[in-house]
């Protein structure tokens, strides 16, 4: 069995656990047995499949030397294996870096669409992750935008009142990249006309920054519109459209004629 061995110089032994299960959750892997090797004493193996595919990707952590590898059993047709161990040793380099810069987070290709924000580190619950910013902007503005838009409905419009909204697609940062999620482990939050995003929970590193976008519309919500904004997160809890279809909305990432971000949207 072939073993690739992740570099852990200067990694906090705490965190290391969580980085492995939460970089297997960003793959969208299922994790099928814990165990402890008993050829390496105290250490901590995990099995992880992806679906009805074949193979299995191992990952063991051993604690007494400050050491931690990757392993498969793989079959004919496991071809999602190699790409799996590719990101997991991305997210550990990251999350070694991560300390030094003291950074949160980092941009790379999404499993849900496009371009997603991925957590570095542990982050805890009520931590205000991001500001979304951009350029401000009145709401006929906005519509304008919205409506000459060549990407329809993507855009990086977000609506902060009935008079103002911020297009990160102008002097923009990472925000206008965290994606909708059912099932959010993100909150976004009006604090006096700023716009920030928050953790609803702890966030392990690895994760995915997702909130609900709740995304609210002055036309009748047909099943063409939910079709038009429909939703990838692949939550156990997805609707199947970013739409607020309960017609309580917490976010404001829309405005008139149910504007909406690039980066987050499913093509």
């Known amino acids: 069995m072939e073993r690739f061995e992740l570099q852990l110089e200067g990694y906090s032994r705490r965190n290391l656990t969580s980085t492995i299960e939460g970089a297997a959750k960003a793959l969208g892997l299922l994790t099928t047995q814990v165990t402890t090797l008993s050829k390496y004493p105290g250490s901590v193996h995990w099995h992880f499949k992806k679906g009805k595919e074949r193979g299995t990707l191992e990952a063991t952590y051993w604690p007494e030397r400050h050491r931690a590898w990757l392993s498969y059993r793989s079959g004919r047709g496991a071809e999602w294996i190699a790409p799996a161990i590719r990101e997991f040793m991305r997210v550990v380099r990251e999350s070694v870096r991560s300390p030094v810069r003291k950074r949160l987070y980092s ?143 917490r976010s404001s990432r829309t405005s008139a004629g149910g504007i909406q971000t690039e980066g987050s949207l499913p093509r």
Not at 181 to 196: A, E, K, Q, T, Y
Not at 206 to 217: I, V
């Open 107 to 249: 941009v790379r290709r999404s499993p849900i669409h496009g371009r997603g924000v991925f957590a570095l580190r542990r982050i805890p619950k009520g931590k205000r992750v991001i500001e979304y910013r951009g350029e401000r902007i009145s709401s006929e503005e906005a519509t304008r935008r919205f409506e000459e838009s060549m990407d329809y409905p993507f855009t990086y419009l977000f609506e902060v009142d009935e008079s103002t909204t911020i297009d990160a697609g102008v002097r923009g940062n990472s925000a206008r990249f965290i994606n909708h999620s059912c099932s959010p482990n993100c909150v976004s939050l009006n604090d006096g006309g700023r716009i920030f995003i928050e953790a609803l929970r702890q966030i392990s590193p690895g994760e995915e920054l997702t909130y609900d976008y709740r995304l609210k519309t002055e036309e009748p919500v047909t099943r063409r519109l939910q079709a038009v904004f429909g939703c990838n997160c692949g939550s156990r809890r997805c609707r199947g459209t970013l739409l607020d279809v309960r017609g309580k909305s």
